[in-house]
Nanobody, 120 residues
């Protein structure tokens, strides 16, 4: 599976962005999908996960209530809707495919990352 994340950019605090991650291949629905982020000088952080069918979702505490993950298996795409953005959300965001979980080790395939910058 090859993953391509896009949709990042610069936004002011309180604004919104929607990230997308397009997957190649016919087996997209066989994988749970995760979103992680890494800010400069910090470790990679779990953001959200969604099960293969999309029926189960989980969020990191720092984004709960502000971010929403979804997927469209017909389009081989997973989305991350980010609302009420804060400067501390600034990071490179990565999508990943693998087994449903909160640890990066659960995911076998990774996209290249897309940068989100939130200014105050």
């Amino acid at each position: 599976v090859q993953l391509q994340a896009y949709g990042g950019g610069s936004v002011q605090a309180g604004g919104s962005l929607r990230l997308s991650c397009a997957a190649s291949g016919r087996t997209f629905s066989s994988y749970a999908m995760g979103w992680f982020r890494q800010a400069p000088g910090k470790e990679r952080e779990f953001v959200s996960a969604i099960s293969r069918s999309g029926s189960t979702k989980y969020y990191g505490e720092s984004v709960k209530g502000r971010f929403t993950v979804s997927r469209d298996n017909a389009k081989n795409t997973v989305y991350l809707q980010m609302n009420s953005l804060k400067p501390e959300d600034t990071a490179v965001y990565y999508c990943a495919a693998g087994v449903y979980g909160v640890h990066s080790s659960s995911y076998e395939y990774w996209g290249q990352g897309t940068l989100v910058t939130v200014s105050s």
